[in-house]
């Protein structure tokens, strides 16, 4: 595996932000992660005919909404989202939020998985984005050779785990219990371009290449930040108007970083837009991706 020069790589310090959602039905989707993820209406704003709405826990955005109902739904076939994975602290905070959502009848079941590095849940939103609930191993329990982190596929029986972890106290705390966005996984139209714009251009590192059409990259050492697939949109040109996945947010430590970041996509000849806080650059599939400075106030991301 090719090792990347350090002036070309992201910040350990990296992290991702809240995940922008184009949705057709603003107080079904807002009602939704509201109560089966216990999130909270953070801040809302009219743009022209838009409402954008924040959601998340204590102050830490997790998911801005923004109504644009005459758009066409999702389209599961083109790149995109394929989910967004939200972090949790504990297993028993991961089990209350995997409880309230397979009680909400909105909810569509997808399966869970030990990965190893991870215990994970899935499930589909009413508009059809992909969720992942989950909660990390112990890094010093993660296998490693080189720069690839092992990870794998292994059933995780759902009942089992809340017997084990579920507690009346973490349901209650709900929005209390902290939670942030881990990593997002997009579908993409073919794996060499995505690792040619989101790890050479951008700065992530290959951290898992084995799956079959698919590729996981990070900073600093994390399993995974970012993830590309084709399973269900290879070949997949540039996205057309629709619902679903309306930016990527990640978060860089300091103004250094989106200096250097400026830097790789000029001499990719790599379009963007810069504000002195953020750069904003689209991906080969015209997903959104916004790179920006920490402490991003809820007014600045509804003002994206």
Request: aromatic share 8%; charged share 20%.
């Amino acid at each position: 595996m090719t090792v990347q020069p350090v002036e070309q790589i992201l910040s350990a310090e990296t992290a991702m932000g809240a995940v922008t959602l184009r949705v057709g039905d603003l107080e079904q989707m807002s009602g939704y992660y509201s109560q089966a993820f216990a999130m909270e209406p953070l801040e809302e704003a009219t743009r022209g005919r838009e409402v954008h709405r924040v959601l998340g826990r204590g102050e830490t955005p997790l998911v801005r909404l923004i109504h644009t109902p005459d758009l066409p739904g999702v389209d599961p076939r083109q790149a995109g989202l394929f989910h967004t994975a939200f972090l949790f602290d504990t297993p028993g905070s991961l089990a209350a939020t995997v409880y309230r959502a397979a009680q909400d009848p909105r909810s569509r079941f997808a399966g869970s998985s030990d990965h190893l590095v991870s215990e994970a849940f899935y499930f589909t939103d009413p508009e059809g984005n992909g969720v992942e609930l989950y909660t990390d191993r112990p890094r010093e329990t993660w296998r490693r050779r080189g720069n690839v982190i092992e990870m794998g596929t292994i059933y995780l029986d759902p009942n089992d785990y809340l017997q084990r972890h579920l507690t009346e106290e973490s349901v209650v705390a709900g929005p209390a219990l902290a939670g942030a966005v881990g990593h997002v996984h997009l579908q993409v139209g073919d794996v060499a371009t995505a690792r040619a714009f989101y790890v050479d251009a951008l700065g992530f590192e290959t951290t898992q290449a084995d799956y079959p059409g698919a590729l996981f990259a990070s900073a600093g050492g994390y399993h995974h930040h970012i993830a590309m697939n084709v399973w269900n949109s290879r070949g997949a040109g540039p996205r057309a108007a629709s619902l679903g996945l309306g930016d990527v947010s990640i978060t860089l430590p300091g103004r250094e970083d989106l200096d250097a970041l400026a830097v790789r996509l000029r001499s990719r000849g790599i379009p963007f837009d810069a504000d002195g806080r953020s750069v904003t650059v689209t991906d080969p599939w015209g997903t959104q991706v916004t790179l920006a400075l920490p402490d991003l106030s809820t007014d600045e991301l509804l003002a994206r």
